[in-house]
């Protein structure tokens, strides 16, 4: 089967944005056209040595070791670079793959899709459509109602859980400004 086609297949259900240059549709973006973009010195501070390797040099985590493998607290995983919505804690469940695994996201344009080859296999990467940081993988072998599994590391998120979104609504509509802080060496948003 065709790469065309196999991302066809995955991508039936949802439209999504696409990457790849190599494909006939979706914008070819590079580090430079990304709507968020942050200096790599930037980045390098803020993120720790596992962050910056899995966002920015698409790298991955060992599986069943990452903070959120095994989180269940309600909230919003965001990307650890540019703080973007991506996955309900609603949408996670137990792949038994030994990483964070999702089944929806919080938007369909909240992630990009393109063709990976690496490893002499096709997988379809997923980053985060603001700022381009390497999250993981898509794979069509998740439950229903999207049969998708988002496959993502752990070291790419932040999360912000249900309570504390609530406070920072509340902060936001009073004027005040949402701020990043830094827990157990991650960045959260």
Same mark, same amino acid.
């Given at each position: 089967?065709?790469?065309?086609?196999?991302?066809?297949?995955?991508?039936?259900?949802?439209?999504?944005?696409?990457?790849?240059?190599?494909?006939?549709?979706?914008?070819?973006?590079?580090?430079?056209?990304?709507?968020?973009?942050?200096?790599?010195?930037?980045?390098?501070?803020?993120?720790?040595?596992?962050? &910056?390797?899995?966002?920015?040099?698409?790298? @991955?985590? /060992?599986?069943?070791?990452?903070?959120?493998? =095994?989180?269940? *607290? +309600? $909230?919003?995983?965001?990307?650890?670079?540019?703080?973007?919505?991506?996955?309900?804690?609603?949408?996670?469940?137990?792949?038994?793959?030994?990483?964070?695994?999702?089944?929806?996201?919080?938007?369909?344009?909240?992630?990009?899709?393109?063709?990976?080859?690496? &490893?002499?296999?096709?997988?379809?990467?997923? @980053?985060? /459509?603001?700022?381009?940081?390497?999250?993981? =993988?898509?794979? *069509? +072998? $998740?439950?229903?109602?999207?049969?998708?599994?988002?496959?993502?590391?752990?070291?790419?998120?932040?999360?912000?859980?249900?309570?504390?979104?609530?406070?920072?609504?509340?902060?936001?509509?009073?004027?005040?400004?949402?701020?990043?802080?830094?827990?157990?060496?991650?960045?959260?948003?």
């Amino acid at each position: 089967m065709s790469g065309f086609n196999l991302l066809h297949l995955i991508t039936k259900s949802q439209p999504v944005t696409l990457r790849s240059c190599s494909l006939p549709t979706g914008p070819c973006r590079t580090k430079k056209t990304w709507p968020v973009s942050f200096s790599q010195e930037e980045i390098r501070k803020r993120l720790t040595p596992i962050q &910056y390797h899995v966002t920015q040099e698409r790298g @991955t985590e /060992s599986a069943f070791r990452g903070e959120f493998t =095994h989180h269940k *607290d +309600d $909230g919003t995983y965001a990307c650890v670079v540019c703080g973007a919505s991506l996955f309900s804690s609603k949408t996670k469940f137990d792949s038994g793959s030994g990483w964070p695994s999702f089944f929806d996201l919080v938007k369909e344009e909240s992630i990009t899709l393109s063709d990976d080859f690496s &490893y002499g296999m096709h997988r379809v990467e997923t @980053t985060c /459509s603001q700022c381009g940081a390497h999250l993981g =993988h898509l794979f *069509d +072998d $998740g439950p229903k109602p999207t049969g998708k599994r988002y496959c993502i590391n752990s070291a790419s998120l932040a999360f912000q859980s249900k309570d504390t979104a609530s406070s920072t609504s509340s902060s936001t509509a009073t004027g005040e400004a949402a701020s990043s802080s830094v827990s157990n060496g991650k960045t959260e948003f």
